[in-house]
């Protein structure tokens, strides 16, 4: 019988998170400076709180739920 390490697989799942947001972040990053050079405060918080979410998304309180490697292949935070 094959034992699967669960908290092994949620840290490769939360690395599979940061390596799918890097380029949604990076693209937030030139979003953020345009608004920077055009002085839009509201377009400034919003992408934030875009970026914010991107960050948050490895705390996503399901992954630490998953009791197995099929319902921590089934969450999505992105």
Same mark, same amino acid.
């Given at each position: 019988m094959i034992t699967v390490n669960m908290d092994k697989a949620r840290e490769i $799942?939360? *690395?599979q998170i940061r390596a799918e947001r890097d380029p949604i972040l990076a693209a937030l990053d030139?979003?953020?400076m345009r608004a920077v050079e055009q002085g *839009? +405060?509201?377009k400034q918080a919003e992408v934030s709180a875009k970026k914010q979410a991107l960050r948050d998304a +490895? $705390?996503?309180p399901a992954i630490d739920a998953a009791q197995t490697p099929e319902e921590l292949k089934q969450v999505n935070p992105l």
């Open positions: $799942k939360r *690395d030139v979003e953020f *839009d +405060t509201a +490895t $705390k996503h």
